[in-house]
């Protein structure tokens, strides 16, 4: 069974521009969530899908947005890139058993 | 501000050894407690998990145990091994059929020394 599929593994973007990252699901899996990870802020949850509607957000600007399409895949978009957006972005997926998330391991953002 | 707080930062242990991991949290809403471990280059990997209705949870060398009415709970990896030497996560979340929004602890560097 294929895990978290993150693309791309890394990025290099220059402050003020947007990127897109995307995540392809575990199959069968229809939760799609979204964390940012930095060496001093530790993980944070920024949002989760379900059924291409967003469930939950977290405390992130409203430069920091995603979308899920009807195959559960989810992308997530970040605007007007500043130097702190540099981190690593993990998607992790979930089905409705109450077994946890299997996480991605991730895309790579350099803001320079 | 719902917090996770996570002891200690780092962690060496002799191979053989016992590592301990705590944990403390705030929200009494949280009814899901799972633990991650991190390699270099990779993503959190699902280690184990716990409900606060019970108050110890066992898989092969990791045991959760869980203390309710302290709001605290703890990772012990038994017979610790160098390939144990990663980074560990606690997390807590409430969990509503399978949707998450995990807080998590700041991790604990664990390395083990042959």
């Known amino acids: 069974k294929a895990g978290v599929t993150q693309t791309p593994r890394y990025l290099i973007k220059t402050r003020g521009q947007q990127v897109t990252l995307s995540c392809s699901p575990i199959?069968?899996?229809?939760?799609v969530s979204w964390y940012q990870q930095t060496p001093g802020q530790g993980l944070q949850f920024l949002f989760e899908?379900?059924?291409?509607?967003?469930?939950n957000k977290g405390n992130f600007p409203g430069r920091f947005s995603g979308r899920q399409f009807s195959n559960s895949r989810s992308e997530m978009n970040v605007s007007t890139l500043e130097l702190g957006d540099s981190a690593l972005y993990l998607c992790?997926?979930?089905?409705?058993?109450?077994?946890?998330?299997?996480f991605g391991s991730g895309t790579r953002l350099t803001v320079v | 501000q719902q917090q996770v707080k996570q002891s200690p930062q780092s962690l060496i242990v002799q191979k053989g050894g016992i590592s301990i991991i705590n944990c403390a949290y705030e929200?009494?809403?949280?009814?899901?407690f799972p633990w991650y471990q991190q390699f270099p280059g990779k993503g959190p990997a699902l280690l184990i998990a716990?409900?606060?209705?019970?108050s110890e949870k066992k898989e092969g060398r990791f045991t959760i145990s869980f203390n309710k009415s302290a709001k605290q709970f703890s990772l012990h990896i038994m017979d610790s091994q160098p390939g144990d030497s990663a980074t560990y996560f606690c997390?807590?979340?409430?969990?509503?059929?399978?949707?998450?929004?995990?807080?998590f602890g700041k991790g604990t560097k664990l390395s083990v020394i042959p």
């Open positions: 929200n009494t809403a949280f009814d899901y």
């Open positions: 992790a997926s979930s089905s409705l058993q109450g077994k946890g998330y299997t």
């Open positions: 899908y379900f059924s291409e509607t967003q469930r």
């Open positions: 716990i409900r606060p209705d019970v």
């Open positions: 199959s069968g899996h229809r939760s």
């Open positions: 997390a807590a979340s409430k969990d509503r059929a399978g949707s998450y929004q995990l807080t």
